[in-house]
């Protein structure tokens, strides 16, 4: 294919590193998925500019992802270019004693880190989600009564035209599980800025372990998954409905409703895609039948 060909040109003029047909069950936390043609491993906003605008230009299929955190791959794969924000693009700053500047790769466990090294207080609610600084941006990752809304300053993202474009918090619509960016597959972020708040290290370090602690206490880490499967309706909690309607430990295949959390659906070793969806699919319909809710699906497909 000639975008192969022209994209693995651009992506070597920036030292960028790229991959033919590589399986992307190996980039998600859930561990299913076929191949995609092309995963290209940014490592610069110049390369990620050039490439966005070939790939707009040229009207090639593209998705991006981060540590895989929150995707569901389909057992077919993705007929076109994924793109990679992970450790070649995971630079943190410490800007000033409250400020943190990101690139969008960054770990968000390693985030943590760092806001705990240097006193700062704010992203515990963060310590122990799997995902990205961007990956938590895009979706307005929170758990333990914080989200990233609390904690972001300010963005940027490249654009469709190759853009690199500034956006203020108050500018993101951020609310439960949304942002401009997950409403705009063309904003793709490339750096997030954290304000957070001078404290004592003990006190953080007590606060990031007390939530880990009821991570392990409550989720089925042990397992393959995307963290929560369905996000949480209105006046309601998926896992409670879930569990009310008898559905606790229901398997198609190895995709499994966990035991432990009824939240999260689960591989127990060899789960496909289509097992996932198909027990999505069985869950949906008796929580609808039994209680009126609609649960809606947190993790987003690539197909």
């Given at each position: 294919m000639?975008?192969?060909?022209?994209?693995?040109?651009?992506?070597?003029?920036?030292?960028?590193?790229?991959f033919?047909?590589?399986?992307?069950?190996?980039?998600?936390?859930?561990?299913v998925?076929?191949?995609?043609?092309?995963?290209?491993?940014i490592?610069?906003v110049?390369?990620?500019?050039?490439?966005i605008?070939y790939l707009?230009d040229?009207?090639?299929?593209?998705?991006?992802?981060?540590?895989?955190?929150?995707?569901i791959?389909?057992?077919?794969?993705f007929?076109?270019?994924?793109?990679?924000?992970?450790?070649?693009?995971?630079?943190?700053?410490?800007?000033?004693?409250?400020?943190?500047?990101?690139?969008?790769?960054?770990a968000?466990?390693?985030?943590?880190?760092?806001?705990?090294?240097?006193?700062?207080?704010?992203?515990?609610?963060?310590?122990?989600i799997?995902g990205?600084?961007?990956?938590?941006?895009?979706m307005?990752?929170?758990?333990?009564g914080?989200?990233?809304?609390?904690?972001?300053?300010?963005?940027?993202?490249?654009n469709?035209?190759?853009?690199?474009?500034?956006?203020?918090?108050?500018?993101?619509?951020?609310?439960?599980?949304?942002?401009?960016?997950?409403?705009?597959?063309?904003?793709?972020?490339?750096?997030?800025?954290?304000?957070?708040?001078?404290?004592?290290?003990?006190k953080?370090?007590?606060?990031?372990?007390?939530l880990?602690?009821?991570?392990?206490?409550k989720q089925?880490?042990n397992?393959?998954s995307?963290?929560?499967?369905?996000?949480?309706?209105?006046?309601?909690?998926a896992?409670?409905?879930?569990?009310?309607?008898?559905?606790?430990?229901?398997s198609?295949?190895?995709?499994?409703?966990s035991?432990?959390?009824s939240?999260?659906?689960?591989?127990?070793?060899?789960?496909?895609?289509?097992?996932?969806?198909?027990?999505?699919?069985?869950?949906?319909?008796?929580?609808?039948?039994?209680?009126?809710?609609?649960?809606?699906?947190?993790?987003?497909?690539?197909?």
């Open positions: 000639t975008y192969i060909s022209e994209l693995t040109a651009i992506c070597n003029k920036y030292g960028c590193c790229t033919l047909n590589v399986s992307l069950k190996n980039y998600t936390t859930f561990k998925g076929g191949n995609c043609k092309l995963l290209i491993s490592n610069c110049e390369a990620l500019q050039e490439v605008k707009v040229n009207k090639v299929n593209f998705e991006v992802i981060g540590k895989g955190s929150n995707i791959v389909s057992d077919n794969g007929d076109g270019v994924i793109i990679l924000f992970g450790k070649d693009f995971s630079e943190i700053k410490v800007v000033s004693d409250n400020i943190l500047e990101c690139q969008s790769g960054a968000l466990k390693k985030v943590c880190c760092v806001a705990l090294e240097n006193n700062m207080s704010g992203l515990e609610f963060a310590w122990g799997p990205t600084i961007g990956g938590a941006l895009y307005n990752a929170g758990a333990y914080g989200e990233m809304k609390d904690v972001v300053l300010y963005a940027e993202y490249v469709e035209k190759g853009e690199l474009v500034r956006v203020d918090k108050k500018d993101m619509d951020l609310a439960y599980r949304h942002s401009i960016f997950s409403d705009n597959r063309n904003m793709l972020i490339v750096k997030v800025v954290l304000q957070l708040v001078k404290n004592d290290y003990n953080i370090k007590l606060k990031m372990d007390e880990l602690q009821k991570r392990i206490d089925p880490l397992f393959p995307a963290g929560s499967t369905f996000k949480r309706p209105e006046g309601n909690y896992s409670y409905l879930i569990e009310k309607c008898g559905l606790k430990g229901l198609v295949g190895d995709a499994q409703v035991e432990k959390h939240g999260f659906i689960i591989n127990k070793g060899n789960a496909t895609c289509e097992d996932i969806m198909k027990l999505v699919s069985l869950v949906q319909e008796k929580v609808k039948d039994d209680t009126g809710y609609e649960l809606e699906l947190e993790p987003r497909i690539i197909k």
